[in-house]
């Protein structure tokens, strides 16, 4: 079955530093998201991406954080200068096309910022 | 806005009991309704979902969730639980038009042998 892959599955990081969590959504999905878990948190949209744009965006998403498609396969967060409030797990998602409904889940980046 | 209410934090069944964990939801318009279980150190795995039709839908590992939509609640049900459902359940939601899910909070269940 395809999957959403993640990697780092875990990054530690100091507080000030840049850190790009990458992705590779299924090959033949259009819309990618990245949403976060703090712990013990609910799970938070961040933003999706189609069409190689950014589509929608919550307001977690500042000015710290980007998205890239780098290439055909690779989906990128990147966090410009970490905080320690930005402590989570990040997730992936991809979906063929909204009206498959059906969100497809990475495992996850687990992101520790001391 | 698009949200999701999970009342409970907990749920604690023995094995075998039935299992049921509860979700009420507020959207603009149809909703699409889906549950998604979350083990330990591992992503959101889908469950199920509703989107138009019967009322019940049945989903993996012998779930199954009822949609109410004079209640507008979307319970996840399982009539005979197993230590192995022991997970973080979240219901989500989004609009007709609306390209993104609403989590809800979480339940953790735990089935005790």
């Known amino acids: 079955e395809p999957e959403v892959t993640q990697t780092p599955s875990h990054q530690v990081t100091q507080m000030g530093q840049e850190v790009i969590l990458r992705c590779v959504p299924i090959s033949n999905h259009l819309y990618f998201y990245w949403y976060r878990q703090i712990l013990g948190q609910k799970v938070e949209f961040l933003v999706s991406f189609y069409n190689n744009e950014i589509s929608e965006k919550s307001e977690i998403f500042d000015d710290q954080f980007s998205v890239e498609r780098p290439d055909g396969s690779n989906f990128t967060l990147k966090i410009r200068s970490t905080k320690l409030e930005d402590s989570a797990m990040y997730f992936c998602?991809?979906?063929?096309?909204?009206?498959?409904?059906?969100?497809?889940f990475g495992a996850g980046s687990r992101l520790t910022v001391l | 806005a698009q949200s999701v209410a999970q009342p409970e934090d907990q749920v604690n069944v023995a094995e075998g009991n039935p299992l049921t964990v509860k979700c009420t939801y507020s959207v603009s318009g149809n909703p699409y309704l889906f549950w998604y279980v979350q083990y330990p150190n591992r992503g959101l795995q889908f469950l199920l979902k509703y989107i138009t039709g019967d009322n019940l839908v049945k989903g993996s590992y012998g779930f199954e969730a009822e949609f109410n939509k004079s209640q507008t609640s979307f319970h996840l049900k399982k009539p005979s639980a197993l230590v192995s459902d022991s997970a973080l359940y979240f219901c989500a939601v989004r609009g007709f038009n609306d390209y993104k899910l609403s989590f809800g909070a979480g339940t953790t269940v735990t089935v005790r042998a």
């Open positions: 998602a991809s979906i063929g096309q909204p009206m498959a409904n059906v969100l497809t």
